[in-house]
């Protein structure tokens, strides 16, 4: 157990028992306040932490950060670029200097009103330049969910499946922060009576992904593939990730070459990226992998997480959100490692700020598949809300909250929150 | 016809009858002396035109440009974020600075001497900072081959193939120069003998794709697609691409969600970006589209390029390079407005830089097939070299280089080339 992870480690700053940010997380994220720049921060109770101001003063001094300005900066990336000492160096001196018995913050009114901000005085923006974005579909419930109701609950899953990490490669552009409404997206659909002649069409299935991912930091060289083993080195920390997804759209163009419109009209990420250093405690091994995987698959370690992912939704017409799935990252059948081997075997290299969604993650209970589709089982099977309301498919005005959290005695890690609605389809001049 | 694009133009440096750049190309790259910061670049004849060093002596001094110091970056991305209207002032500026009645730089050595360098004295780099890249699969006839080699000639084309421009989004991160060689790529791939477990392997089915690419200036705001008809404000200029791919890993890993590993292990670009004012007089009109398009890919404007494009192979025991293909960019159905119209529609932005490439273009006869999948037909009809060797798919050590160039009276617009060798298979420690 590292020092910073300690159970009984305390801040100066009064953390409720129930907050997602004890001085245990210490999240990275950008914030906005309004009236100045944004800085890069981290987050303690209600409030946020700010790194750029902290760094200003000379608190960063240790070997990896002294000098390095990386918290200047608008964005992660550079951060991210420096490595795991400069992580860990980073970690322990915000931790030092937020501890109930170091003074230097806490008996400074000066620095304390510059560094911390109420978190509801500022604004969350997204605090990484994304190069590239991955998707997997590594949850087995969900590629058996999806394969039953498109293909055949025979066969599945494709022959491929347990023996890789199924992906595609994503739109990182349209990688949004949480709070980001959303117009329906609109785009070709075949109408109920047609095999081949699609209409131009608001999106009639629109759905959410309840999904988890990764980001790197360090990267590798074009051709040189990163070993499992070395994926503590690359992996910076966790998010949320909302997949937002146009399954009739969906259906229409993905033949042969895989989801394109469907899922890059938005992909929603939660404000705080949590580090491997925080969540160390909540590793755990992971489901057995029967075939065994190829040797560059294969790793003893834990990469595993017991994170529990809720989804709640609030249509315009209900008092307050209801929670429609819970899950944990715990069900997913490959892990960030084999994820991360997988992306790099072939020679493709990776860069720091690159995102690596999970895919939807699906428990085997109902109560926890991730997305409206297996929710409501292809529209067969609507979900129903304590107003009178039913859903297949999300609806005008219908906002997804996602949130993450994983415990251990005496406190939470969190990520906040993921949120969007879903409004009315834009008129569009096309 | 814009006057920069005058036939009869001249420029004081000569500028042989076959070469790429006569004053009417004025492409963009990004040059490196080798002894010196790299420098963004145009080019003419035998010569880079160094537009750091112009730009740095005041030259670009219209309303567009005056103070913008976009030349000055390492990459073009803030100059294609300006917009056409900055675009045409500069290629103006380029155009009369080069033009053999203009003094300014034909008469003043030491300027003279800052600005042009012989191409041979400088190694090019990849120009643009890529954001996002997609890759389209345009073609009819490669789409054509490929369904009736891997699925039924009779059903060749998807139902979705003629409604949209079927694509998918590719890795950025791996896009490189041309002139970087690559190592085989090694992964799953399936042996002859089985249906459902894979080994690991050097890939056996190495393949180039011809294809060309567009670049993209000022982007959208997510939700808020792009009208066809706008499409020449944001389309910057062309490029030449090889979109390698590793047929057998692709085959095995692409089910449900598309290429992946099979691609992203490099695509190789050239070093100029021709651009859509240089390109105005190769302008004809399409294919005939039959059914025809929904209205939001629609357009009545000229947007096929008349662009030979060959492809040559040496490999280690040939004295020089062979052609193996001739083929035209005009031998695409889907053409880059509409390709651009489509990837918008659902609401995703797009960003300078981001490149789009065309999928592999083939056109009608054998001899214009723009992949060794095609040309050797799955492998059962190698290719014959006048050395005695044969191919199907790569071997180690081939080099594979594509040219792209427009003819008009009077003189020839290219794109340079575009190159790279394949290495044998790395040792790997994984």
Redesign the interface.
Known sequence: MNSTNDPTLESFVDVDSQSHFPIQNLPYGLANPGDGDSFLCSAIGDYVVNLAALEAAGHFDGPHLEGAEVFQEQTLNKFMGLGRDAWTEARQTISRLLSADEATLRDDDSLRSKVLIPMDEVEMQLPVDI??YTDF?SSEQHATNVGSMFRDPENAL???WK??P?????????V?ISG?D??R????ILPPDS??????SA?KLCDFELEMGFLTGP?ND????I??DEADEHIFGLTLVNDWS?RD?QK???????????K???TTVSPWIVTLDALEPFRISGPEQD?EP???LDTDENWTFDINLDVFLQGKDMDEAHKICASNAKNLYWNVAQQL???T???????PG?LYASGTISGPEKSSYGSMLELSWKGTDPIEFPNGDERTFLEDGDEVTMTGYAETDGYTIGFGEVSGKILPA?E???
Not at 222 to 225: L, T
Not at 252 to 262: C, M, S
Not at 345 to 351: A, K
């Open positions: 190069g590239d579909y494709k022959p491929n023996h890789l199924v992906g595609y490669h994503g739109r990182a552009s349209s949004v980001t959303l117009h997206p609109q785009g070709q095999d081949d002649t699609p209409i131009f999106c990267g074009v051709g040189s593939p070993p499992i146009a759209i229409w163009e993905y033949q042969p070459l895989g989801p394109f419109l469907a890059n009209w938005a075939p190829l040797p560059y081997a997988h992306q075997i072939t020679g493709c290299n990776i860069r690159d834009k569009l001049d096309v």
